[in-house]
């Protein structure tokens, strides 16, 4: 299924989830589970191919290159290009056995003709600028994984803390009182995990709160981090994961827009009456968790500037979605470099044809260009005395200037077998 369609159906699952019977935390609910869906999911397959590639100079520009060789070289262990025997070696197997489908040798060494030194120069240039788009294109590759690592290990932390998925624990949550109500110095785990488990759990009406049996009265006021693990481990099943949801920009975007509208609430009545940066429902002055009003979790002393990314897990997501769209920049320049080595592989072989267009082109003989050189020569002069100043020239005319300037060929004859001998 093509991925935008998948990323629509997922899209329209999450709204459609909103009619959901009963509970206060319905809303905020689902948008946690939305992140937590893009945070579980993996990387997109077309963002990841590079991942395990690597880019090298194609065969094709060593074979060439290595017919292009003098034969008295082409026997050596090493040679040019070839720095080592098992490298030449490997390209001369690869000359011997390559054919095309008629079952025709794909590589044809060049015959000794004075073509074939300007091709083998040619051919050496154009690999090693080939090599060094190679070397820039292996560098891209090596950016994009650590761009995609980060990602994931970004991914991984806003669930559960941990850099890799990992079956979360007690010691991965933290006990009500410091849980939900996250501060720089309490120690309060910063998750999503951490988040769910507070906004889902009350003393009082804890059941159902965020769905139908999605909630419950486990983790209520004064409850330890053994009840919040234990809780997580229900959520987590409910919150269930789209088998081919990927986590790309447009997914971790939606679910980073889906929790920013659910968080605030303007009936809390704690901090001086302020709840801009509380998620949950209800008029409570804490997220105790004593009644379902203050199932709640409160972010307002780690938010110092306004900037919700100062909690851990919004600021993972937001990682991992920068990593992952710089990741896919630097996709598109990988493809142009490759699209430049491919450039370069046709370009080799335009390089080899033009050696034998230029060797099957007759010779013209020596004395009938010279012969012809010397009557262009002859004719630009239309005086006796600037012809015959020509050492292979005559005139012949009526007078010094009624006539015209021919070739000597008694001179020119002499000359060019002069010049043979």
Known sequence: MPTLHRQLLWFVGLFSNLGEPAGENVR?????????QAARAPLDEAQTKADDTT??????????????????????????????????????EIIKNAKDADEQLVYKRIPETPTKKPTETAIERL???????????????????????????ALSKAVGGHPTPTELT????????????????NGAKQTLAQALVCICSGDSHGAN?????????????????????????TLATKCKQPPTLRANMQVLTAALGAVQSVIGNPQFTGNSNT???????????????????????????????????DVAWIHNLQEATANIEEGKKLQAELADLQSAIKQNENLAWKIRDAA????????????????KITEIDCDKNKENKTCTARKNCKWGGKSDTDGKCVVDETKATTQTNTAGA
């Open 209 to 233: 709160i965020c769905g139908n049996t999605i909630g419950d009265t486990t983790y209520g006021a004064g409850s330890a981090a053994t009840a919040a693990a234990t809780l997580y481990t």
């Open 55 to 92: 880019v090298a100079v194609p065969e094709t520009i060593k074979a060439l290159y290595a017919i292009s060789i003098p034969d008295k070289h082409f026997n050596n262990e090493t040679y040019g290009l070839f720095e080592t025997k098992r490298a030449f070696d490997a390209i001369k």
């Open 356 to 371: 034998d267009i230029v060797a099957a082109v007759p010779k013209q003989n020596p004395t009938a260009q010279q012969q």
């Open 170 to 185: 007690a010691d991965d949550f933290t006990a009500r009182n410091s849980g939900c109500k996250p501060t720089g110095t």
């Open 127 to 153: 690999y090693n600028k080939t090599d060094q788009l190679v070397t820039q294109a292996n560098a891209k590759i090596t950016s994009i994984k650590e761009k995609h690592k980060t990602a994931r290990e």
């Open 275 to 309: 709840g801009t940066y509380v998620i949950g429902n209800g008029a409570a002055a804490n997220c105790n968790g004593g009644d379902s009003s203050a199932t709640c979790i409160d972010y307002t002393e780690l938010v110092t500037n306004g900037d919700i990314a």
């Open 28 to 36: 905020q609910f689902y948008a946690l589970c939305t992140a937590l």
